[in-house]
């Protein structure tokens, strides 16, 4: 028995079936192969959007599924759903990118991309994890450890006033100086810190700074090496020190 599947406009395709039911392996074959090279054919967004729906998105829903059922590629703190939805729009990302050829199926370069992306973000969830638990152990060393400690002490100034203008400078000092791109991530990085100066400052006293706090929280936010940091920091370094002169005076 021959059907005429007709994709889009005056494609037509001839696919025999050979009267064997449907299974979960014939899930993505001829017809959705040529689907693909059609999708990929037109420029019309209309039409992109009637073949992938019609066509592609039960297939390609169906696979992610068993790739991440067969693999077991689940992640940490999501559900089944959310690692399906997820991959699917990364894979939607991507689909621009297959070439289509005799030697080369959709079928196999899409399942390789999900299962890549998959795993790859499964590793990543893990080193996530590590730096995380890394962190939270060597920060809970040094904020015990008075070595690393930083005081204000003028009786005449309370971290909170300084903050504060130091906020308000620092917003300026970025918008009009002439930084690199270090400096300026450096500097929208040290703006959230101090905002939210409360999570960063430790012990009862509210004038006391741990630095080594201050350099790892600045280094998870802005994925600076301790040496570009410190590089980065001399600007703003001048500058709250220029700011403390004028508030003591």
């Given at each position: 028995?021959?059907?005429?599947?007709?994709?889009?406009?005056?494609?037509?395709?001839?696919?025999?079936?050979?009267?064997?039911?449907?299974?979960?392996?014939?899930y993505f074959d001829v017809r959705e192969e040529l689907a693909v090279v059609r999708f990929l054919e037109t420029e019309?967004?209309?039409?992109?959007?009637?073949?992938?729906?019609?066509?592609?998105?039960?297939?390609?829903?169906?696979?992610?599924?068993?790739?991440?059922?067969?693999?077991?590629?689940?992640?940490?703190?999501?559900?089944?759903?959310?690692?399906?939805?997820d991959t699917h729009s990364f894979l939607i990302t991507k689909i621009d990118k297959f070439k289509p050829s005799k030697?080369?199926?959709?079928?196999?370069?899409?399942?390789?991309?999900?299962?890549?992306?998959?795993?790859?973000?499964?590793?990543?969830?893990?080193?996530?994890?590590?730096?995380?638990?890394?962190?939270?152990?060597?920060?809970?060393?040094?904020?015990?450890?008075?070595?690393?400690?930083?005081?204000?002490?003028?009786?005449?100034?309370?971290?909170?006033r300084i903050i504060h203008h130091f906020l308000i400078k620092l917003d300026l000092f970025i918008k009009n100086e002439?930084?690199?791109?270090?400096?300026?991530?450096?500097?929208?990085?040290?703006?959230?810190?101090?905002?939210?100066?409360?999570?960063?400052?430790?012990?009862?006293?509210?004038?006391?700074?741990?630095?080594?706090?201050?350099?790892?929280?600045?280094?998870?936010?802005?994925?600076?090496?301790?040496?570009?940091?410190?590089?980065?920091?001399?600007?703003?370094?001048?500058?709250?020190?220029?700011?403390?002169?004028?508030?003591?005076?």
């Amino acid at each position: 028995m021959t059907e005429i599947i007709n994709l889009t406009g005056d494609t037509s395709v001839e696919l025999k079936k050979k009267g064997r039911k449907p299974t979960q392996l014939n899930y993505f074959d001829v017809r959705e192969e040529l689907a693909v090279v059609r999708f990929l054919e037109t420029e019309c967004h209309h039409e992109r959007n009637k073949i992938y729906n019609e066509f592609l998105l039960k297939p390609l829903d169906k696979m992610i599924s068993s790739i991440i059922r067969r693999y077991k590629l689940y992640r940490k703190d999501m559900d089944f759903n959310e690692i399906h939805t997820d991959t699917h729009s990364f894979l939607i990302t991507k689909i621009d990118k297959f070439k289509p050829s005799k030697e080369k199926k959709a079928y196999s370069y899409f399942g390789t991309i999900c299962k890549n992306y998959l795993m790859g973000q499964i590793i990543k969830d893990q080193k996530e994890m590590n730096r995380k638990i890394s962190y939270e152990d060597i920060s809970t060393s040094l904020e015990n450890d008075e070595g690393f400690a930083y005081y204000i002490e003028n009786d005449n100034l309370d971290s909170e006033r300084i903050i504060h203008h130091f906020l308000i400078k620092l917003d300026l000092f970025i918008k009009n100086e002439n930084l690199n791109e270090n400096e300026i991530k450096l500097g929208q990085a040290l703006y959230d810190l101090f905002d939210n100066y409360e999570n960063i400052f430790v012990g009862n006293d509210n004038n006391k700074f741990n630095k080594n706090i201050i350099l790892l929280s600045l280094r998870e936010m802005t994925n600076l090496s301790t040496k570009e940091i410190r590089g980065s920091m001399k600007k703003y370094k001048n500058m709250y020190f220029e700011l403390v002169q004028t508030m003591v005076k």
